[in-house]
């Protein structure tokens, strides 16, 4: 467990815990940065908590190639199928719970009740996601009335591979309540944690890559938020960008970026979003592609 | 195609060796109590019933007779926990729901070898079909928990009360699952009578709410007969009455809650059709037509029962049926390689043989594959009658068996005419390679649930239910929640 | 609906004009009655979860090592390891004399007279040498070529000719070339018997492999065989279940009977008697022998051999108790 404490030196006598590597999650696999970057992930207190490997363009662009590849298999499976997998996350996380509400402690600077309080609302979290995925269609699809002898009928489609900068403030509520609606409904991902608390957003790979999750489905990756956020906005193999990590500023420069191949953009809420309320359909909608089938009838 | 030629599939060369699922998996107890606000407790009046193995009459345990003092008493336990459970958070509901359907995962070995004791079904539908189906159903309606204001019902709707639930014989705990799992997901609590004759599973279902952790009251499961139904959906402290069996005990439902304010839906009968155009993928039409009246031995409600096969190719159809008739493996239930099982009661035996007499007598031609039967226990040959006509009974008449009544059109208009010429209206089949005659059947059929180039498919996020006298209310997804809510 | 009345109704007579031209034969292929993927996988699936035990098992074991054409057919191969594979064809288990031998050693044709000579040596002249042709595995090649290749194998000593179709020509719906392909290869085989590779990978379809099957039947094919083993996707459970609806559909409208020869991708005995099962309900009997089915297999020997012992001992083999070839 990487809480502060366990950081320290140990009286004497007393054992010495083993620290944790952390390291990016592509594809399935736990690499550390191509470019062999780390930087020093703080506490609130700005107790050294970890060296996070900082991730460079090529680590994104090996993600993206990691989730397009995982997109047919994952956007294939049934929805039960997918429903089944996201809720044995939510399993795996709520065995972890004690080690998440220590590092969302850290992360955010908050007591142990209210970190314990935060990693019990994203297990919820997940598993109110987990729901959806056969059900998304039921309330966002349907059959048309076309006026003429036509069966007419419109599903929703994930978009393809979607890009998410992780909010900032938010370390794993935050985390999971943009992830979960982008892969519950057949979307692969390229995750950028949030750039100062990083750590439970790699543990959350751990996670998620002992789930039945299949590899490439979600990847993580930990570094600067803009110098991630450039290659992937401007990337022609990603399909849409959730910008809830991103400032206003270069929010604005990213989705420009992103309309050169048209990626569906999901702007950052101006002012800031309440990651505890029910979020609402938007989230797994906006990367979502309705598909109408027209068929003929007549005997 | 000659007989000799398609009697070759009956191998003599290849026998398969007994393939016994082991009995250990499951501990049945010698007797059971009632399931009431969480404690398993003796029947008021002290009276018991016996449960026996359909395919040997082995008898596998001793039940309690629930009655009118029992029923009130779960109605109470109901009703007393309806307050907190419907008051939970609906993420909290959907975590209880979730962890019956995983722990239905966890046991459903032990389940199917129950399932399969208690009902005379075989290993393969009850591991295959029936449990995957159960788990699926609580993992679906488990979702649904905490997301009831998308379900259609308007933005904040209400449960409903006290659920009372009566279920029957043919998919003892896929029914119960079908009626507990939606009626928990909406905040109702549910008295649940199973079958008379296959109240097992529902007493170990009992046992999954206790290790689920499901608040007391709940879900109370009142073993017994048909007075043990009647006085449950006649209590008055009920508000949804859920019933899944026989048409002719619909209706006396229907009257029975007629003038109060209780919920009715009603699964009943069915005499669905299977109908087979010259155009059809033959094989899969075969399989289609065998899955539809053999599966659970044709005690379904959904049963495609008639077949209506284009005269062009009736000889073709009905030679490749019977070649695909001469490979089911009829026999011991429990044998993995068992396709066609045990009849569930002696009664219902004999109604099936009633209504093949009526069939021989009214001259349709009537053939069985060869196969044994086994001498103890309950069992009927597949059967096929060719040559019928839509005024003989057995083309007219649910029989709940596994017998086949093929009938023959010629045009898509004739089609359809026969088909909805029933007073039943639950299911039918199309199977045709053109999609738009599909279409436009699908469109005229009178019935709740049709198959194209398929048939007898369930599924949680698909609603099923019937039309005319096969009852009312849709079970299964989001329109399965309507009947256990409120509009606000 | 005229389409499917031809195949069902029609006897050896009728069935003989339907190959007078490309259009009567197109029409003919395409009236076949369709396929339904799901309903095809599901039936077999559902023959996939037979339980085969005890007696049922022995049986099926010994049943599928007589079947198997024990195969080689690499660029590397040599006398050397085709004379090896020969030994291993004729005696399985060294340990267990009662092991059946296989039924045939499928090599490329230049080793068809190795192969030949090695079984003789052996005294296994009852093994078949099955040899690959037409420019197997591609067919891309000259029909010159092709039937040089073909009559090269008999004269070397093949017993059985596999023969891949030109899938361009079938795709491209030239079936009547493809159809003249296999009624010359067929007649270079002379007394040698016929199996002709579709490649269902590449067919793709379902529907075009039940059309592919009725051709090289009408054609005089003695056996259908899936695939070359030498592409992604080759024999899997419902292309093989389509073919022996296919040859069965053939027997029962022209009286004459076709094997079947599923190939590459069977492994383990599981999967092998998952074939079986299939042969067992939908043929029965009159194909449960080496004359009508055949695997075509390498690996798949050795796990056969393992169950054996298995059966024979209690206990599970391992790899270190069969032979490598």
């Known amino acids: 467990m990487s809480t502060p404490e366990a950081r320290t030196s140990p009286a004497r006598g007393a054992r010495l815990s083993v620290l944790k590597t952390y390291k990016l999650y592509v594809g399935g696999t736990f690499p550390r940065s191509e470019s062999g970057r780390v930087y020093e992930v703080t506490d609130a207190k700005g107790q050294w908590l970890a060296n996070a490997p900082r991730a460079s363009r090529k680590d994104a662009r090996d993600a993206v190639v990691a989730a397009r590849k995982a997109f047919g298999g994952w956007s294939g499976a049934t929805a039960y199928n997918r429903g089944q997998i996201l809720y044995r996350v939510a399993e795996m996380l709520e065995g972890r719970r004690e080690q998440f509400a220590a590092e969302v402690a850290a992360a955010e600077g908050l007591s142990k009740a209210k970190a314990q309080a935060r990693t019990d609302a994203a297990i919820d979290r997940w598993v109110w996601y987990a729901g959806w995925s056969d059900k998304v269609a039921q309330v966002v699809g349907g059959g048309n009335p076309v006026a003429g002898p036509f069966f007419n009928l419109s599903t929703p489609e994930p978009t393809g591979v979607v890009a998410v900068l992780a909010p900032q403030n938010a370390s794993l509520l935050g985390l999971v309540s943009v992830l979960a609606p982008v892969i519950v409904t057949g979307n692969t991902a390229v995750v950028v944690a949030a750039q100062d608390a990083p750590l439970p957003a790699l543990s959350l790979a751990e996670v998620l890559a002992t789930s039945d999750l299949p590899g490439g489905v979600v990847n993580v990756l930990s570094g600067g938020t803009a110098e991630l956020a450039r290659p992937l906005a401007a990337h022609q193999d990603v399909n849409a960008i959730d910008l809830a990590g991103a400032d206003p500023e270069p929010a604005t420069e990213l989705e420009r970026a992103a309309a050169d191949n048209l990626k569906r953009v999901l702007r950052p809420a101006p002012e800031g979003v309440d990651w505890a309320a029910e979020p609402g359909l938007e989230r797994m909608t906006a990367f979502l592609e309705t598909k109408t089938v027209w068929h003929p009838i007549g005997a | 195609m000659n007989d000799q030629q398609s009697g070759s599939t009956t191998s003599t060369l290849f026998g398969y060796a007994p393939a016994p699922e082991s009995r250990s998996v499951v501990d049945i107890a010698p007797s059971y109590g009632l399931f009431i606000d969480g404690e398993f407790r003796e029947a008021a009046g002290g009276k018991v019933f016996t449960t026996r193995s359909p395919a040997d009459e082995e008898v596998l345990s001793e039940v309690a007779y629930g009655q009118a003092d029992d029923v009130d008493a779960a109605v109470r336990a109901a009703r007393a926990a309806f307050e907190t459970w419907s008051a939970l958070p609906g993420t909290e509901r959907a975590k209880y729901l979730f962890r019956i359907a995983r722990i239905v995962q966890e046991r459903s070995r032990e389940l199917a070898v129950l399932e399969t004791l208690d009902n005379g079904k075989p290993i393969r539908e009850t591991r295959d079909a029936d449990l995957p189906l159960v788990a699926a159903h609580f993992f679906y309606y488990a979702g649904w928990a905490d997301k009831l204001s998308y379900a259609g019902c308007g933005p904040d709707p209400r449960p409903l009360g006290v659920a009372a639930q009566v279920v029957p014989w043919n998919f003892p705990l896929l029914m119960l699952a079908w009626k507990i799992a939606p009626a928990l997901a909406a905040g109702n609590t549910v008295v649940l009578k199973p079958a008379e004759t296959t109240p097992l599973s529902a007493l170990f279902f009992a046992d999954i709410c206790r290790q689920a952790g499901l608040p007391k009251g709940v879900v109370n499961i009142v073993t017994g007969d048909g007075a043990t139904g009647a006085a449950l959906v006649g209590h008055p402290d009920v508000h949804k009455v859920a019933f899944t069996g026989s048409t002719a005990v619909g209706k006396e439902i229907a009257r029975t809650v007629a003038g109060t304010d209780k919920r009715l839906t009603l699964e009943l009968g069915g005499k669905g059709a299977n109908i087979v155009f010259e155009d059809a993928p033959l094989d899969q039409a075969v399989e289609g037509i065998v899955g539809g009246i053999f599966f659970n031995q044709g005690q379904v409600c959904c049963a495609g029962s008639r077949l209506l096969v284009q005269e062009s190719v009736h000889d073709e159809v009905l030679d490749a049926l019977k070649r695909r008739l001469r490979t089911l493996r009829v026999g011991d239930p429990l044998d993995k390689n068992t396709d066609v099982g045990a009849i569930n009661s002696a009664e219902q035996l004999a109604r099936i043989t009633e209504l093949a007499e009526a069939g021989e007598a009214e001259g349709a031609e009537r053939w069985s594959p060869p196969c044994e039967l086994p001498e103890r226990g309950h069992w009927f040959a597949p059967t096929v009658f060719t040559g019928v006509g839509q005024a003989h009974r057995i083309a007219q008449e649910e029989i709940f068996g596994p017998v086949l009544s093929v009938l023959t059109f010629r045009t898509p208009e004739e089609a359809v005419a026969k088909a909805n010429n029933t007073p039943y209206g639950l299911s039918a089949g199309i199977w045709t390679e053109k999609g738009s005659r599909i279409l436009k059947l699908a469109n005229q059929l009178r019935a709740g649930v049709v198959w194209a180039n398929t048939f007898n498919k369930f599924d949680p996020t698909s609603p099923f239910g019937g039309y005319k006298e096969s009852g009312y209310g849709r079970e299964g997804g989001r329109h399965g929640l309507e009947a256990y809510l409120e509009h606000a | ?325």
């Open chain 3, 1 to 325: 609906m005229p389409t499917d009345a031809a195949p069902r109704d029609a006897g050896r007579g009728s069935l003989s004009d339907v190959a007078t031209s490309d259009a009567a034969l197109r029409r003919f292929l395409q009236g076949l009655p369709g396929v339904d993927a799901v309903g095809l996988e599901a039936r077999a699936a559902a023959l996939g979860t037979r339980s085969i035990k005890t007696t049922a098992k022995a049986y099926a074991l010994d049943l599928a090592i007589s079947m198997i054409d024990l195969t080689t057919l690499e660029g590397a191969d040599t006398p050397g390891k085709v004379r090896s594979l020969c030994t291993k064809g004729a005696h399985p288990d060294p340990g267990d004399r009662s092991a059946p031998r296989v039924a045939a050693i499928c090599v490329y044709p230049d080793m068809a007279a190795t192969a030949r000579q090695a079984l003789t040596e052996l005294g296994a002249d009852g093994i078949n040498v099955a040899s690959v042709a037409t420019a197997f595995p591609s067919g891309r090649a000259s029909m010159a070529v092709k039937l040089a290749d073909t009559r090269e194998a008999v004269a070397a000593g093949a017993d059985e000719i596999d023969m891949v179709i030109d899938r361009g020509a079938f795709l491209a719906g030239r079936y009547l070339q493809v159809f003249e392909e296999i009624r010359e290869v067929k007649a270079a085989c002379g007394a040698a018997h016929l199996k002709v590779i579709f490649e269902n990978g590449e067919l793709a379809t379902y529907d075009n492999i039940r059309r592919a099957s009725w051709l090289a039947m009408l054609a005089g094919a003695d056996f259908i065989k899936t695939s070359t083993g030498k592409v992604a996707v080759n024999a899997t459970p419902p292309n093989t279940l389509l073919m022996l609806e296919a040859v069965r559909d053939f027997r029962a409208a022209t009286g004459q009977q076709v094997g079947v020869k599923p190939a590459g991708g069977i492994r383990t005995a599981k999967d092998a008697f998952k074939y079986l099962v299939m042969v067992n309900e939908t043929l029965g009997d009159d194909w449960l022998s080496p004359h009508w089915f055949r695997f075509g297999a390498s690996s798949l020997l050795n796990d056969l051999l393992m169950q054996r012992q298995k059966l024979a001992t209690g206990r599970y083999s391992g790899p270190d108790y069969v032979t490598v070839d």
